[in-house]
């Protein structure tokens, strides 16, 4: 069975730092892309970074400049580091793994930043 686990939540000041892990498990993951996404209490859930199979990334504007995403497919994991670190970055971040014949989730990881 496919699964994708998140770690790497938990609870910083503003302005700390985190890094979030997406592990992948009996999958191919070089040929998935792969997003962050967060939902916040209350809101929609957003797409926060995205990497492309060939490592092409995208951002949401308001974590452009402060997140990086990034993947290491000899480990199966994509990475999300996540620097200066605001109380609105709070939320449940979770990885989803998608491909032409394929879309996986995980469980999520929850991040709380405080004032």
């Known amino acids: 069975q496919v699964r994708l686990v998140e770690s790497g939540g938990g609870l910083v000041q503003a302005g700390g730092s985190l890094r979030l892990s997406c592990v992948a498990s009996?999958?191919?993951?070089?040929?998935?892309?792969v997003g962050w996404y967060r939902q916040a209490p209350g809101k929609e859930r957003e797409l926060v970074a995205h990497?492309?199979?060939?490592?092409?990334?995208n951002y949401t504007d308001s974590v452009k400049g402060r997140f990086t995403i990034s993947r290491d497919n000899a480990k199966n994991t994509v990475y999300l580091q996540m620097n200066s670190l605001k109380p609105e970055d709070t939320a449940v971040y979770s990885c989803?793994?998608?491909?032409?014949?394929?879309?996986?989730w995980g469980q999520g990881t929850r991040v709380t930043v405080s004032s």
């Open positions: 989803n793994a998608h491909s032409t014949f394929a879309d996986y």
């Open positions: 009996r999958i191919t993951f070089s040929i998935y892309a």
């Open positions: 990497i492309s199979t060939r490592g092409i990334t």
